[in-house]
């Protein structure tokens, strides 16, 4: 069961490695269970997939995980000291990722009608951390050690909230 990922001709999409976790599924509170996903963004859709092997816990994100998360952790490292770089670097990997069975999508969140804004510090005791809320009852706790990385994932997730708004 191989997933194919079209992402020809899609206007709004980033990618790149985030420690994730739910808290709220369905309106429910669940249990965190923070792990490094690979993290997609592909028009008002977000995708988030594990590496190989289930769930890449929160301290081993970098130093296990599978080959494809560390080149995926490597590529993240490339294109922040490379950036802006086109929108086509990050295709071929996660086309890879997600054809080669190592690692199907784990869940996609609807960003249309979300919100997203910076965790308070009674959320979570790590640092650079977003709430993100979606309107199905599902709100995601999404981190990285990275400022840039992080702030770069704010603004984008906070114009696709507003850009879907505005239509
Ligand atoms: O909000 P919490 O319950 O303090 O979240 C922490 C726990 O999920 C903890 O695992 P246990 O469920 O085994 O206690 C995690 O290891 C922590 O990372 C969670 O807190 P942070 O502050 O890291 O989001």
Redesign the pocket.
Known sequence: STYVLDLNDKPSEKCGVLNVTKITENGKRV??N?ASSWTVLQGFSLLFAKGQGGSTS?SHCHSGGSLSMLLLTLLSTWRRSLKPLPAVTCRPVHAAKFGSNQSKPEFTVDLRGGSVEWASKDK???KHVIELKTRQGTEL?IQSEIDSVINDWYRTLTETINTHQAL
């Open positions: 249990r965190k923070w929160w979570s005791s790590k706790l």
